[in-house]
């Protein structure tokens, strides 16, 4: 009996230090909880605000599913489950690649710092929390302050300066120069003027403005075309392919190492005969190269023009196809011209 009662008075002594424990958690070293929003005079108690840190993007989808549905089809939304990013990583096992691919908060890590990697969620790629959690991990970066203190458990959107200019995106895209050519062209542009284009919204309160987050680029046939222009001409012997880069900001195309602009010929005599088909033009391939390939860089800056030449065979005379293709990867090139899209084309005669 006791032993018994030992016991039990050693068990209402544990109960009774944690609860004066927990009573003051900072004097005993633990956060202080949030304060609430007070209430107003003559309304209802304010709805509770949020405590706890973001962890998932699939937290957002209840209130912005609009948004949440074009982020998750982007490459932003893939950046870790696209099969090309898998194949040219090794499943990432180049560990450098998950830096960009699943990165921690850029506001953790500093908007004009490299980015880091997160150990966690790394399917979820480059999510809304990589780009919008500010370091608390539960107040929500934004273009601009809004009022959600009626909604219980919301998010806390503050207007955060960086979240409408190109610093935001540097972390991950200037690795290679991306936003400092976008700063050299001396265009009055932001990253997000071209690949965050304004949309309209529906809402509870009605329609409004808002930033498309399907980050259309590499992949957009449309942003590709846009972005340069083809024009052919005879001269000299040669047909010459001139590219320009007449509405990029940045290089063309820029970013990725692997990633190339190639020019081709195919050409057909007086009588419709093929004389060559798919053929490289001279100096038509215009790249960022790998480092170990010890090539100059043939990208093409903003309002350059670039040419690639096919000597015209003695005699010839008839119809000539120039292509400009794209190829987000050496295996596309090499599969040509079953897997590279084109961007443009023309045709000119030799007469």
């Keep these: 009996m006791k032993v018994r009662l030992l016991l039990l008075l050693a068990l209402a002594a544990a109960v009774l230090g944690a609860v004066l424990f927990l009573s003051d958690p900072v004097e005993n070293g633990l956060p202080a909880p949030r304060p609430r929003p007070p209430a ?23 209130c912005h599913a609009d948004v949440y549905d074009e982020w998750k089809r982007s490459y932003h939304g893939m950046a870790w489950t696209d099969p090309m990013v898998q194949a040219l990583s090794n499943g990432f096992r180049m560990t450098e690649c998950i830096d960009c691919h699943a990165p921690q908060p850029i506001h953790l890590t500093g908007v004009d710092q490299r980015v880091a990697p997160r150990s966690h969620a790394r399917s979820d790629g480059v999510d809304c929390i990589s780009c919008h959690i500010l370091a608390d991990g539960v107040s929500v970066a934004a273009t601009r302050d809004i009022d959600t203190s009626g909604v219980a458990d919301a998010c806390r959107p503050v207007q955060t300066a960086t979240m409408g200019v190109s610093t935001l995106c540097a972390g991950c895209h200037n690795q290679h120069e991306t936003v400092d050519e976008l700063d050299a062209s001396g265009l009055d542009a932001e990253c997000q003027t071209c690949h965050m284009p304004e949309v ?11 930033h498309s987050h399907v980050f259309p680029g590499a992949h957009s046939e449309e942003m590709h075309r846009r972005a340069v222009k083809l024009a052919v001409a005879v001269a000299d012997g040669k047909v010459v392919a001139s590219v320009t880069n007449v509405g990029a900001g940045h290089k063309v ?28 033009m001279e100096d038509g391939e215009f790249r960022l190269y790998y480092r170990d390939d010890f090539l100059p860089s043939t990208q ?52």
């Design 40 to 62: 107003q005079p003559g309304s209802e108690p304010a709805a509770a605000a949020r405590e706890t840190p973001f962890v998932s993007a699939s937290e957002c989808r209840e």
């Design 300 to 351: 093409i800056a903003h309002g350059e023009t670039r040419a690639g030449t096919w000597p015209i065979p003695e005699g010839f005379r008839g119809r000539v196809l120039v292509r400009l293709t794209y190829a987000l990867n050496p295996e596309e090139l090499l599969a040509r011209p079953r897997r590279v899209f084109a961007v443009h084309s023309q045709e000119v005669q030799v007469p």
């Design 253 to 280: 195309p820029t970013d990725a190492r692997h990633r190339s602009y190639n020019l081709w010929v195919d050409a057909w005599d007086a009588r419709g005969n093929p004389i060559v088909a798919d053929q490289a």
């Design 200 to 210: 309209d919204r529906a809402g509870p309160r009605g329609a409004r403005k808002g």
